[in-house]
């Protein structure tokens, strides 16, 4: 084990803060030594505790969580063989306190500067929430400190920061909490055969969403051409029709004129005008016979390509849905379960960039309702994780951070649909993860991100003075991952636009829920 003590952090500190923490000590110091017996009282209070950062004696393997303890000021990372890497933190001081609650890493920036305070620099940057929370370097004073986010020490940050991945679980827990091994029935046991099977499952529903899309492309320029070629029928047809109706009132004047004559030379001239109107008559309802003839094809032709088209486009997002769910199958998945929403949400990671900048996408396509026995009865707020591969499947862990049922009596009170477990578990892999929560999801969960959840029975100051954000509206491409789409396809899946009038979150208050809407104005930023 490597420890490195807190005088370390402290140079670090002071080499990149600079002269005013050194003035600020100074400052204390000299207001300690004027007013003896007064003031040593009031800064033992927040004298930095000699923690220290520490790295497990074994070779770590790619951290799966980390757990931030309020109560003690530390986080601690875990692989899938216990903890790794563990270090002293500063959280969001009174006012601004840290959410406690399960978050997942959504964006990473090397070298990130603050739009909310002043340019601050918050260098290796692991977001957790787009409205302004997240792990990154800075000074530690030993205590809460921060305006919300989680601070780690300079070094300890900048080393993190290649080792975890967008997706990771973050739990902010108000108390001292660790994963423990666990075991339960409903858990993922996924199906060696299901995930051998599934490389050649997805090269087969890949190649028919490719044909699909083909076709899709040609019955479209098919429907394009036939539509473009009968555009100018109505103008045509128009034209024809004023003709014949001319002829037709120059014929009616020549059968007046011939009715009308007195003399034989009048009649004569009368008979003459009467043939070369009839002839005329008679062509212009010739070609307007023969040009509604013609268009009639032409008519049916945008009818039958039109429809042609529509049916190619269904298949197409089929085909591209099927096989876009073919590939989500070997990602990671996560499920979350809302005892104060009463549903079951899915998500996973596509990992392709957000279409409005800024993170990833995640797949939201599974919501359903979810039967729990007593609904009225907390069930706490408990985050299983299947850690690695075993001879039975999967080896799972859980951490608990929430008052209420425990891990297992939690489980057994829920009843999920067969069949979204028949979609989830032959396929699942280490880092899938449940989670079973007395709260709804927070207004922060969007298509870029995995699922944020915090908990209503503790501060959450520095995260409820922050202005939420408004992804804006961008449809989904349809036409796959291999083709530079989203993987949702064209039927009916879209980034849908954050409501400017977030859903009410819930605080609960002696086992009540309560619902109170966010004052806070929607603004389109990043802090």
């Not at 069930?379 to 799972?396: C, E, P, Q, S, V």
Request: charged share 25%.
């Amino acid at each position: 084990m490597k420890d490195r003590l807190t005088t370390a952090q402290s140079y670090g500190t002071m080499r990149r803060w600079g002269p005013p923490g050194i003035v600020m000590f100074a400052a204390a110091v000299a207001l300690a030594v004027l007013t003896p017996g007064a003031i040593p009282d009031a800064m033992a209070a927040k004298q930095p505790r000699q923690t220290a950062e520490a790295v497990a004696p074994r070779e770590a393997g790619e951290p799966i969580m980390a757990i931030v303890s309020l109560k003690s000021q530390q986080v601690t990372f875990y692989d899938s063989e216990g903890w790794i890497l563990r270090a002293p933190v500063s959280t969001g001081t009174t006012g601004r306190e840290t959410p406690a609650g399960v978050f997942a890493v959504i964006e990473k920036d090397k070298d990130h500067h603050s739009s909310m305070y002043d340019d601050a620099w918050m260098p290796n940057m692991q977001r957790i929430t787009w409205n302004g929370i997240a792990l990154h370097g800075g000074p530690l004073p030993g205590y809460a400190a921060s305006h919300g986010c989680v601070r780690m020490p300079f070094n300890f940050a900048e080393d993190l920061f290649d080792k975890t991945n967008i997706g990771m679980r973050v739990i902010i827990s108000p108390n001292d909490a660790a994963p423990v091994d666990f075991s339960h029935p409903s858990l993922f046991v996924p199906s060696k055969e299901a995930i051998a099977a599934a490389p050649g499952r997805i090269g087969k529903l890949s190649a028919e969403a490719e044909e699909a899309t083909r076709a899709a492309d040609e019955t479209k320029k098919a429907a394009t051409a036939a539509a473009k070629e009968a555009q100018s029928l109505p103008a045509s047809l128009r034209k024809l029709e004023q003709q014949k109706a001319r002829a037709d009132a120059e014929n009616a004047y020549a059968d007046k004129l011939v009715a009308n004559a007195k003399t034989d030379q009048a009649k004569a001239k009368a008979d003459e005008l009467k043939q070369k109107a009839a002839t005329k008559a008679a062509d212009a309802a010739t070609q307007l016979d023969a040009a509604k003839a013609a268009a009639q094809p032409k008519r049916d032709a945008v009818a039958t390509t039109k429809d042609a088209a529509k049916a190619a486009a269904t298949r197409k997002a089929d085909a591209v849905k099927a096989a876009t769910d073919a590939k989500l199958a070997l990602e990671p998945v996560s499920v979350y379960i809302s005892r104060a929403t009463q549903k079951l949400y899915v998500r996973r990671n596509t990992h392709k960039p957000a279409p409005d900048g800024g993170g990833e996408v995640f797949d939201t396509s599974i919501e359903v309702p979810v039967t729990i026995r007593n609904p009225d009865q907390p069930l706490g707020t408990h985050i299983f994780t299947a850690m690695a591969k075993n001879d039975t499947g999967l080896r799972w862990s859980v951490v608990s951070i929430d008052e209420g049922d425990t891990a297992k009596d939690a489980l057994d009170r829920i009843t999920i649909p067969q069949d979204v477990w028949d979609r989830i578990a032959p396929t699942a892999l280490p880092r899938s993860s449940i989670i079973i929560s007395d709260e709804p999801l927070s207004a922060e969960t969007n298509y870029r991100t995995e699922f944020v959840a915090v908990l209503s029975n503790h501060p959450q100051g520095g995260f409820i003075t922050r202005k939420p954000t408004a992804p804006s509206m961008e449809m989904a491409n349809d036409d796959g991952w291999d083709n530079g789409g989203n993987g949702f396809g064209g039927n009916g899946f879209f980034f849908g636009q954050r409501d400017p009038n977030p859903q009410p979150v819930q605080r609960r208050r002696g086992g009540q829920y309560q619902y109170y809407q966010s004052t806070q104005p929607v603004q389109r930023s990043f802090w």
